[in-house]
């Protein structure tokens, strides 16, 4: 049976473009048929990586059978897998995030979990000296990755480690980051088709803080005005949003990669308390900037407070 190779719901970059490359590293070097897939539809970076790279986009799935052999990478938490993940026979895991645990797997596994910016650096480091007979495209689809992860190096995750892969796969590739970056962002900025609760779930995930359900989304942009002129609607989408998805609140963070800074929304009481106790911001109106904030997985996720 083929192996499949996944990350997390609502699939970014990086969740698009590790199970393609992890399943060509089992189809031409480990000599296991495998196949990518996503557990949703890509973002509009994701899609932009697979059509400068000339990639197909994988096949979306909503579940997996029983017993089907799956890689997980970018994640190892079970609320953004399939809700039978444990039917499946899990053969590994490659991840960067913590260790959420409920994972359940039918033998021994291998796991690897380092804390770099990116699943594709690890990918790098694991393929080793078998790179030399990657394709081009999937080539272009780690450096997508690492570029997306550490948003050009800016992200507080990005490691040394990152940052030397990401130039040596430029190198190689004759590759200008901040040019081939720009035009990734320039991507990822483009929101302008999608819906306002379809922008709340792009880049999403549930947390729960003191008892509070929270599902925490992350808007990257290089052009935050296109995101913020849309607040009201965006505020006024939250509630549906949260209901539909068993969470007490959406917390909507806009990230502005150039100027290193995210404003958070303030629809409501509840948001107010999140970010003055959080960031220890003093909140005004309907919205605040958070001067540094990058990462949801470094500095908002750890930091929120209810």
């Not at 070097?29 to 986009?57: I, S």
């Not at 992860?149 to 995750?157: A, G, H, M, V, Y």
Request: overall charge negative.
């Amino acid at each position: 049976m083929t192996t499949l190779v996944f990350g997390h719901k609502s699939p970014d970059t990086d969740s698009t473009g590790s199970p393609i490359i992890w399943a060509w590293y089992l189809n031409e070097v480990a000599g296991v048929d495998a196949a990518p897939a996503l557990l949703g539809e890509p973002n509009t970076e994701a899609l932009f990586m697979l059509d400068h790279w000339k990639l197909e986009k994988p096949q979306i799935i909503s579940g997996v059978e029983a017993d089907q052999p799956v890689v997980i990478v970018d994640t190892n938490n079970p609320a953004e897998l399939p809700d039978n993940i444990n039917d499946a026979d899990i053969k590994a895991i490659i991840d960067h995030h913590k260790l959420v645990g409920g994972l359940e797997t039918k033998g021994p596994i291998s796991i690897t979990m380092e804390p770099v910016a990116c699943t594709a650096t690890i990918m790098y480091k694991l393929i080793g000296d078998h790179i030399a007979q990657m394709p081009t495209n999937i080539k272009g689809a780690m450096l997508t990755c690492i570029l997306s992860d550490t948003l050009e190096f800016r992200s507080p995750t990005t490691t040394q480690e990152d940052t030397v892969i990401a130039h040596a796969l430029a190198k190689d590739l004759g590759i200008d980051i901040a040019e081939y970056a720009a035009q990734m962002f320039a991507a990822k900025s483009d929101v302008s088709s999608f819906s306002e609760a379809e922008l709340l779930r792009m880049d999403s995930k549930e947390y729960e803080v003191g008892g509070k359900q929270f599902r925490v989304s992350v808007l990257e942009t290089t052009s935050p005005a296109t995101v913020l002129d849309r607040k009201d609607a965006l505020m006024a989408a939250m509630p549906g949003v949260a209901t539909q998805d068993s969470a007490d609140q959406v917390l909507l963070f806009v990230v502005d990669i150039l100027n290193e800074e995210a404003t958070m929304l303030i629809p409501n009481d509840l948001t107010k308390s999140v970010a003055e106790k959080s960031f220890g911001a003093t909140v005004t109106g309907d919205t605040v900037v958070l001067p540094g904030i990058m990462s949801r997985k470094k500095q908002i996720i750890p930091n929120l407070k209810v």
